[in-house]
């Protein structure tokens, strides 16, 4: 019992979230988010995914790698309940974990083998650039999706009345982007799921915050409900 098991990846993911901060907190939750999962030798070969483009959706088992030597504890705070209550770990999807192994459902938008080059392009991701992708599964619909499932404190998909608007420096700094990156959607989901820890949610007074999209720097305020997106540069 407790053996260690070694686990080598099988790839990486390049994705634009640069930070933790900001990134959703499920996959799906900002659906414009894209990235790639590049696979790494000796699995860069098209034979390790071949019929996989069949599938619109795949698991994608990962680790935590930025936080996994930051330990774990039995009992984590959810978002979900404020930061107040307390839950088992293994009753959460808490990145602090033993193992600090992550698991998410995302779309399968593209398929692409060049040679040695296999990448998977995926939507809707909540994974942190670099982050190594140790399996991938097909999502299979018939077993994988349960509609009759309850799902106790975090039931729902999580709503906020959240609004956004851009200054006239930050829209036209996306004019002048890659129209593919939807960069003001993008952006707009990203502040619409709310980023803000929760112990500043219920702060009074205008609050700054900045976050890196792609090489973008983002800055912004929240006032109340809203988020302004102040300026936008490039790193
Ligand atoms: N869907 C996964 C992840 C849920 S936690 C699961 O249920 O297992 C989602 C959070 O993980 C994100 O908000 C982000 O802050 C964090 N995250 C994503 N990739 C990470 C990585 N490589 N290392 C550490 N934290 C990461």
């Known amino acids: 019992m407790n053996n260690p098991i070694e686990i ?3 790839g990486h993911i390049r994705s634009p979230y ?3 901060f900001a990134i959703p907190r499920q996959p799906r939750l ?80 593209k398929v ?13 991701v909540d994974l942190l650039d670099g982050t190594p992708v140790i399996d991938i599964k097909p999502y299979l619909p018939y077993s994988d999706a349960m509609l009759d499932a309850s799902a106790g404190f975090a039931d729902t998909r999580p709503h906020t009345q959240m609004t956004v608007d851009f200054s006239e420096q930050a829209l036209q700094f996306i004019a002048a982007t890659d129209a ?17 820890p929760a112990y500043k949610k219920n702060k009074a007074g205008m609050q700054s915050y900045g976050m890196t999209l792609y090489n973008y720097n983002i800055r912004w305020h929240v006032d109340g409900q809203h988020n302004h997106v102040e300026q936008i540069t490039a790193l």
């Open 180 to 196: 593919q990156l939807e960069l003001k959607k993008f952006i707009t989901q990203v502040l619409q799921q709310d980023p803000r």
């Open 8 to 10: 080598t990846p099988i």
């Open 30 to 109: 900002v659906d414009s988010a894209k990235a790639q999962l590049i696979l790494d030798e000796p699995f860069n070969n098209e034979e390790f995914v071949r019929g996989i483009e069949e599938f619109s959706h795949i698991w994608v088992l990962f680790r935590f790698h930025e936080t996994a030597d930051k330990g774990y504890s039995a009992l984590v705070r959810p978002p979900r309940l404020g930061g107040n209550a307390r839950k088992g770990v293994f009753a959460t999807r808490a990145t602090f974990r033993p193992n600090a192994i992550g698991m998410s459902a995302v779309e399968l938008l």
């Open 18 to 20: 640069k930070q933790k």
């Open 112 to 124: 692409e083998c060049k040679g040695a080059k296999v990448v998977l392009h995926l939507g809707g």
